[in-house]
């Protein structure tokens, strides 16, 4: 099992920043892609960005060269700065994970979620 712990969020002016951090722990083999997804109300959840352990990166279309996700493969974290936010960035944004783990002598791959934390962003 894996444990996504995020932090970061809150009420920030539009035009303002804000930084959210992703933490995973537990029995982890390896962790293969990380990402952050954003569901605001009455929406779909959405993809917002991911990175791979390379360090490939995909953005959806509304947040490219405003968000800039990265991550700490030593400290198994993922990063996602925020600039130049908008009201309709406003949503609970989850991290996400998909992770190898151990399970015995052998090793199992899946997908796992944060708890989301909230992102309001005021006009």
């Known amino acids: 099992q894996v444990q996504l712990v995020e932090s970061g969020g809150g009420l920030v002016q539009a035009g303002g920043s804000l930084r959210l951090s992703c933490a995973a722990s537990g029995s982890i083999f390896s962790i293969n892609a990380m990402g952050w997804y954003r569901q605001a109300p009455g929406k779909r959840r959405e993809l917002v960005a991911t990175v791979t352990g390379s360090g490939n990166t995909n953005y959806v279309d509304s947040v490219k060269g405003r968000f800039t996700i990265s991550r700490d493969n030593a400290k198994n974290t993922v990063y996602l700065q925020m600039n130049i936010l908008k009201p309709d960035d406003t949503a609970v944004y989850y991290c996400?994970?998909?992770?190898?783990?151990?399970?015995?002598?052998?090793?199992?791959?899946?997908?796992?979620w944060g708890q989301g934390t909230q992102v309001t962003v005021s006009s």
């Open positions: 996400y994970a998909d992770s190898t783990t151990f399970l015995g002598a052998t090793t199992i791959r899946g997908d796992y």
